[in-house]
């Protein structure tokens, strides 16, 4: 009887180590803790408009138009990002990316030049010097 005993007890506890080792694997890929924040540049010649293949499984996420942009860090690095919209953007906005590895572009917003940090400015010309 104490063996059983014994025996549920281990494996009560190695369902409870799984299922917390999954939790935190799931929140640190999905949850709102790894948030990687971008900047670009809109630049509407970069567009591609989703059409439905009419399949059972729509993959563009019910969004029109795709965006694949060079993006910068707070520090300058630069990498491209794909993000989803469903509508074009105003043609030379900047915007701020919010991004999840594995989930993508989670929130977006437009921003002035002048509240891009330093870093990204570089990689950019300010709109009010070309008056």
């Known amino acids: 009887m104490k063996k059983s005993v014994r025996t549920c007890l281990a494996a009560a506890f190695a369902v409870l180590a ?3 080792a999954a939790w935190a694997l799931i929140s640190q890929f999905f949850g709102n803790g790894n948030i990687q924040v971008y900047y670009t540049q809109i630049d509407n010649s970069k567009i591609t408009e989703n059409h439905s293949n009419g399949g059972v499984i729509d993959f563009t996420g019910g ?3 795709s965006y694949t942009l060079r993006s910068y860090d707070e520090d300058g690095n630069g990498t491209e990002i794909e993000f989803g919209m ?3 953007l105003r043609e030379g906005a900047f915007i701020r990316l919010e991004v999840i590895p594995v989930r993508g572009v989670v929130n977006w917003s437009e921003v002035q030049y002048d509240e891009l940090p330093t870093a990204v400015q570089a990689h950019y010309i300010n ?3 070309n008056s």
């Open 86 to 88: 469903s509508r074009e």
């Open 63 to 65: 969004l029109a138009y």
């Open 18 to 20: 799984v299922a917390i």
């Open 127 to 129: 709109p009010s010097n």
